[in-house]
């Protein structure tokens, strides 16, 4: 399955947004043991693009791991030769869109507005990043949808177990998800058996 297909079946993508990622292959593969399928690590990190490189031979065909907070093409160009698989951004830049396209790595830029959000497909985005999602509501994401049904969104930000499915019954594409699975408590005290629980716990919360 393409990245795209795996994140349209799972609809889960976890953010990975650390400041140490030394341990981000046992970060990975707790995800991945609660039954997570997407990744994506944030450039916020400057390590990120080597991990993603060194992650992407550690894996299998049915995990996709991707990029985020891309912000300009010259960054696209350096995830898609580290193996990044999509490309997440918290903006709309037309560099990025083109950039991935030529690539032919799909494009996920954040927006906010009905108008941005068209723009970003319009654009060539593969997927919406609907960004920051806490502001807007779960509701949100089917009022944009009704005009406008041809879109694929992704809510981020805000994202937790509880509001979950509603995001999803609401019509969203899939969801990001960040400090809500990823805890950086247990991060911190490396208690990869609690982030396993807290990863399957999404999925199962999906059914």
């Not at 507005?113 to 319009?122: K, Y």
């Not at 396993?196 to 999906?206: G, P």
Request: proline fraction near 4%; charged fraction near 20%; hydrophobic fraction near 50%.
């Amino acid at each position: 399955m393409s990245a795209l297909e795996i994140i349209a079946k799972h609809k889960l993508v976890a953010i990975v947004r650390l400041d140490d990622l030394s341990i981000a292959a046992e970060l990975l593969d707790a995800l991945v043991a609660g039954g997570i399928r997407a990744v994506e690590f944030t450039l916020t990190n400057p390590q990120a693009t080597e991990v993603i490189a060194a992650l992407r031979a550690r894996v299998g065909a049915d995990i996709a791991i991707g990029a985020g907070s891309v912000i300009n093409a010259e960054q696209a160009r350096a995830v898609a030769a580290a193996g990044a698989q999509f490309v997440v951004s918290p903006i709309t830049k037309r560099e990025i869109l083109d950039e991935c396209a030529a690539l032919s790595l799909p494009a996920m830029p954040g927006a906010f507005t009905p108008s941005e959000i068209q723009q970003a497909w319009e654009w060539g985005a593969a997927v919406v990043k609907v960004f920051p999602a806490n502001h807007l509501g779960r509701r949100y994401i089917k009022d944009v949808l009704a005009p406008l049904p041809h879109l694929r969104l992704m809510p981020t930000g805000g994202v937790s177990l509880d509001n979950l499915r509603e995001y999803i019954e609401m019509g969203a594409f899939a969801v990001g998800l960040g400090s809500s699975l990823i805890n950086n408590q247990a991060v911190a005290k490396r208690d990869w058996a609690a982030l396993r629980d807290e990863a399957r716990a999404y999925v199962q919360r999906l059914g």
